[in-house]
């Protein structure tokens, strides 16, 4: 497997490249990968588009319990095919579970992935951010803050673990005192774990749902989208311990979605079955490919770089630049397509997908160095 070809997407209807079709910019805005799909999934799909008929499927038992297996053996879940409840896609989930549980004030923390802040507005019930401490270079989980939030009455806190922007990967220890507090409130935790295996090396990924028993309030939503680039199809799931939140949340699912797709499940199935060796290559990968952004843009005068214990992030502070103009604006004259800081609730920070190959990935770096040097700032080689 190589990390390094290129593969043209500006024609295959990618919402990536497309923003940018017709200009010279290099999209590194939202997270999906510019590597190919693992070959074992590919020829799982090719071999299930041989049989010529899709129809209405069922989700095999086998499948859940490729996914119990994975969990087991990379996270220290144990989990039951019975406890999982299936859905198309996580962002949808999150929406899902706190309608289920019928929350009218919920939390998360900021600065944080759009759609997590969306939440509230969309169901149209109270939304609190909760802002991060930032303590040498990572973010600090705001306990007492939630513990204020909860006393006041939010119901709900939907987590993002690993977190995006951040990078950041829960300590065991944060969450044993989240879990504390939602003992104490009756504070429903929804922890959204899709970054939860694109792990950086050396780190390891801890999930609520290892520490949580079935009495707790916790719901943990897992997908195969982020770490082997199977984002938009439509499959992930809940894992809900606990009966009652399980059956609630599959009463809110009935009739509103569809939650079965052929294509998806058998996707799904060949990529935590069979495609963990990829997967520890790709960590590697992406590993190397921060290394490169620190080389590069480390050390910069006005620039803060966080070093992501997790996902395929780079969230970067470039409040010290004192430019006017956000910088995801100014980088993307340069040629560099970044996601806005603004919209995490974070101006003046810019986020970079490093999930491409290293070629793309130093133009996109020269190109950012270009447009820091023509603003009078000095960057090393
Ligand atoms: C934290 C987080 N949750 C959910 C998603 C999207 O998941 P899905 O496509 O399954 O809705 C993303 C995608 O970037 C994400 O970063």
């Known amino acids: 497997m190589s ?20 200009a010279d910019v290099l999209p590194l805005w939202v997270a999906d990968m510019d590597f190919a799909i693992p070959w074992e999934v590919t020829k799982a799909l090719r071999a299930r588009l041989e049989h010529d008929i899709f129809g209405y499927g069922v989700l095999s038992q086998s499948t859940k319990q490729t996914l ?17 409840v299936t859905l198309p896609a996580v962002v949808p989930g999150l929406n899902f579970a706190i309608e289920a549980m019928a929350c009218s004030d919920i939390g998360f923390f900021s600065p944080i992935y759009p759609p997590i802040r969306q939440v509230a507005q969309n169901l149209d019930i ?29 119901q709900a806190l939907l987590l993002c673990n690993p977190h995006n922007p951040g990078g950041t990967i829960w300590h065991a220890r ?11 409130y009756d504070l429903l935790l929804v922890s959204d774990e899709i970054h939860g295996d694109l792990i950086m090396p050396g780190n390891r990924h801890h999930s609520l749902s290892a520490l949580a028993t079935e009495e707790d309030a916790v719901i ?7 770490s082997f680039n199977l984002a938009g199809l439509p499959i992930a799931f809940a894992l809900a311990k606990q009966g009652e939140i399980r059956r609630r949340l599959k009463a809110q ?45 480390g050390g910069v005068d006005g ?19 004192g430019w006017e103009e956000e910088p995801s604006k100014v980088f993307t004259r340069f040629g560099v397509g970044l996601s806005c800081g603004t919209e995490f609730g974070a101006p003046g920070f810019v986020r970079l997908n490093f999930a491409c190959p290293e070629q793309t990935l130093n ?10 040097t023509d603003h009078g700032k000095r960057v090393a080689g």
């Not at 979605?257 to 069979?274: D, I, P, Q, W």
């Not at 620039?303 to 630049?321: F, H, N, Q, S, V």
């Not at 133009?363 to 820091?372: H, S």
Request: aromatic fraction near 8%; include cysteine; proline fraction near 3%.
């Open 174 to 184: 944060e969450l044993e005192a989240l879990l504390a507090l939602s003992r104490q």
């Open 126 to 154: 109270r939304g609190r951010a909760l802002e991060m401490p930032l303590e040498q270079g990572r973010y600090r989980m705001p306990l007492e803050a939630i513990e204020q939030a909860a006393r006041e009455g939010m």
């Open 303 to 321: 620039i803060r770089l966080m070093k992501p214990e997790a996902t395929y992030l780079a969230w970067i502070d470039c409040r010290g630049l």
């Open 253 to 297: 699912l009935t009739g509103r979605c569809a939650t079965h797709n052929v294509l998806a499940a058998v996707a799904m199935e060949a990529a935590f079955g069979r495609c963990a060796p990829w997967l520890d290559e790709l960590r590697q990968y992406l590993g190397q490919n921060w290394g490169r952004i620190e080389a590069r843009l």
């Open 3 to 22: 990390f390094e070809r290129l593969i043209d997407r500006r024609r295959s209807d990618s919402l990536k490249w497309q923003k940018y079709q017709d």
């Open 220 to 226: 943990t939503l897992i997908s195969a989208g982020k």
């Open 68 to 84: 119990c297996r994975w969990l087991h053996q990379r996270w220290q879940v144990e989990a039951t095919p019975s406890q999982l």
């Open 363 to 372: 133009q996109a770096l020269e190109r950012m160095v270009r447009a820091l």
